[in-house]
């Protein structure tokens, strides 16, 4: 999202002030200085793995599965590495958890017992990155409802406050990679959230396991890589259409929903198409009195 020539930012139809820019940013990243550096269109994030318990299978896996579709690059420090700021996988208990973000002069600490899944280590890479959870958005009033009165399990209390962030125009994801699940968080297995779009209600959270368009689009914005393949790609403007954006092959990436070469047709909506593939998960099953149980019930899955 780069500043315009008197250095406002534009975000839809909004022209933000150099200053408000940077105070919303700080409020979604908690500072601007929350970012990875990047040099020469690659955001070099440093990383040593401190507990060899830490599954390096999963760890790859989610690498590979930021770095493919993003200017990110985890690369393993050598012995002779003297970074001051880079990622440190740990275990301690058995939480899966990550500080946000960069921060100057300190260590981020990602922390991945053993019990953590695969899309938890994806998950708290995306902490690890800047990323917040999306039901912390500032709009996400307009799809969830936060359950007041719920008996909260320690420390979830401050999980569900509304910030005040700055969304660069990507629509609120039910599928988010960062959205919790509709009971997380409380003592009780009540609901701490409700869906608006009721075909999400036990599906936020749930539904990707993957990375998601908006994921990739929220990184890739944020870190601007867009910008950098934009130019080497020789495009002033984006020419992908209807929430895509242009990749490092100049290529457009395209949201679930839309199709042509620039997702110039709008098919369905995100969410219409989202829950369209999902349906099979959202079938009414008739039973006579049958007890239906699923493998992990009722935890709800491995994330921080
Ligand atoms: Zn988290």
């Known amino acids: 999202m780069p ?4 250095g406002s930012v534009l975000v839809g139809d909004i022209a933000y ?11 979604n990243l908690d500072s601007l200085k929350k970012l990875w550096p990047k040099t020469n269109g690659v955001v070099n994030i440093p990383y040593k793995i401190s507990n060899p318990e830490v599954s390096t299978a999963k760890l790859k896996g989610a690498f590979s599965a930021w770095e493919s579709k993003t200017c990110v690059k985890f690369s393993k420090m050598a012995k002779s590495d003297k970074y001051m700021e880079y990622l440190d996988f740990v275990i301690t208990g058995t939480t899966c958890s990550s500080n946000i973000g960069y921060t100057k002069g300190k260590i981020t600490s990602v922390n991945l017992p053993s019990s953590c899944s695969f899309k938890a280590f994806k998950h708290e890479l995306g902490h690890s990155m800047g990323l917040r959870h999306e039901m912390n958005r500032s709009d996400r009033d307009k799809h969830i409802i936060v359950i007041s009165g719920v008996k909260y399990k320690p420390g979830f209390d401050s999980q569900f406050a509304l910030m005040n962030t700055i969304n660069f125009d990507i629509p609120y ?9 509709d009971k997380v968080g ?3 297995y009540e ?4 869906a608006l779009d009721a075909r999400f209600q036990t599906l936020m959270g749930w539904c990707s396991t993957n990375i998601t368009h ?10 601007n890589c867009t910008d950098d393949w934009l130019k080497a790609c020789k495009q002033e403007s984006d020419p992908c259409k209807n929430g895509g954006y242009t990749r ?3 290529s457009c990436a395209c ?16 969410n219409d198409a989202m829950a369209k593939k999902l349906s099979y998960y959202t079938a009414i099953i008739k039973t006579s009195g049958a007890k239906v149980t699923s493998p992990d019930y009722p935890k709800p899955s491995g994330m921080g």
């Open 17 to 27: 002030s150099t200053e408000e820019w940077e105070s919303l940013l700080a409020k």
């Open 255 to 270: 949201p679930l929903g839309t199709s042509g070469d620039k997702c110039e047709n709008l098919d369905m909506n995100y």
């Open 248 to 250: 490092k092959d100049c």
């Open 191 to 194: 609901h701490t959230m409700l």
């Open 173 to 181: 994801d039910y599928c988010s990679i960062m959205h919790y699940t």
């Open 186 to 188: 409380s003592e009780n």
């Open 214 to 223: 908006w994921n990739y689009k929220l990184v890739n914005t944020m870190y």
């Open 3 to 6: 500043p315009r020539e008197d």
